[in-house]
Each structure stands twice: as structure tokens, then as C-alpha cells.
């Protein structure tokens, strides 16, 4: 199965997809590279910005990723 298949098979499972569920679950160590080019062919993937604190306490952001509005 290709890596967007992937991708859309993880985010209709489980809502969403965030880099270490695309590194651990579906063996894609660049996930942003593979979304962005998932955008270029016309997926409609929406980009959901998190903010927390790390366990060094510094404050970190990341994304997570889910399928547009249909």
C-alpha cells in the first residue's frame, strides 16, 4: 500500500495523523513531506497546530493532521 493510502487508511481509523503516529505505525519518517505532496495532488488535509511543554519544560508546537470538510 502507498504512503497516501496509508495516511488516509490512519486519519479515517483514528480521526487524525501526527508525526509520531506516521514514524511508528505507518513507517513514514517524513510525514509533512508526504502530506505536502498529498496537497500538490489535490487532498483536502487540514493542518491542526498543538501547543504544550516538553519534558524539559520548554514550550514546543507540532501538528497534526485530518482529512478536510467533505
Not at 506516521?22 to 487532498?43: D, P
Amino acid at each position: 500500500m502507498s504512503q497516501e493510502l496509508e495516511i488516509i487508511r490512519a486519519i479515517k481509523e483514528f480521526g487524525y495523523v501526527d508525526r509520531k503516529m506516521g514514524i511508528n505505525e505507518l513507517g513514514i519518517w517524513n510525514l509533512t513531506a508526504v502530506i505536502t505532496k498529498m496537497r500538490q495532488k489535490g487532498y483536502d488535509i487540514v493542518s491542526i497546530e498543538h501547543k504544550g511543554v516538553n519534558r524539559y519544560g520548554r514550550k514546543v508546537k507540532w501538528c497534526s493532521y485530518k482529512l478536510g470538510e467533505e
